[in-house]
């Protein structure tokens, strides 16, 4: 268990106290050494001057120690904090980019998949344009074809009336310029006879 600051103040103050009394007693020894008085005075003057420079830096660390320690503990601390927080940063930053990754990946699938789409309806688009169109021209042939032939029957007919009308009327012609009155007695003749056997 660590100690506190207030346990180590007073071992702090047993250990200047020590110190002094050394210096206290090496003066004393070399004072009564039989060196002269002007020494002396040097020696006391040297050991008061440290006993004061010992009692500030005691003073000093008694009052700033506990400071002191905080700072640099909460400074570790900070940094600790500021190390793991970076490192979570980073591990969140490669997450996040690992899921755009992916989803740029994916949309540029999708992008691929839609446009091999309309590549796809494109294609039978055309083709169904094309087939349409065939039809439409097969069916305007065929229309073509029945009107022609309509138009040929009709010309046909037409002709053969004609033909009929024209045979006619030179048959006419013909009996007109040949028959005599006396045939046409004779053909009316000839016919009254049948009409009658019959009945």
């Known amino acids: ?5 207030q346990s180590a103040r007073p071992s702090l103050f047993l250990s200047l106290s020590l110190i002094f009394l050394f210096f206290i007693s090496a003066s004393a020894a070399y004072a009564s050494g039989g060196e002269g008085g002007h020494e002396t005075n040097k020696w006391w003057d040297f050991g008061w001057k440290t006993f004061d420079f010992i009692v500030l830096v005691g003073f000093l660390y008694w009052l700033l120690a506990a400071k002191i320690k905080d700072f640099f503990v909460g400074r570790r601390k900070e940094i600790k904090e500021s190390l793991e927080n970076a490192a979570k940063q980073k591990t969140e930053a490669e997450k ?4 755009y990754s992916e989803k740029i990946d994916k949309a540029s699938l999708e992008i691929d998949g839609i446009f091999e789409m309309i590549k796809e309806q494109g294609f039978a688009e055309k083709q169904k344009i094309i087939d349409d169109a065939k039809k439409v021209a097969e069916k305007m042939k065929q229309d073509a074809q029945a009107r022609i032939e309509q138009e040929l029957q009709k010309a046909s007919s037409q002709l053969r009336i004609e033909a009929v009308q024209l045979s006619v009327q030179m048959a006419e012609q ?4 040949n028959i005599t009155e006396k045939d046409h007695e004779a053909m009316v003749k000839e016919y009254m006879d049948k009409v009658v056997s019959k009945n």
């Open 96 to 99: 996040k980019y690992r899921e």
């Open 174 to 177: 013909i009996l007109k310029r």
């Open 1 to 5: 268990m660590k100690n506190s600051p």
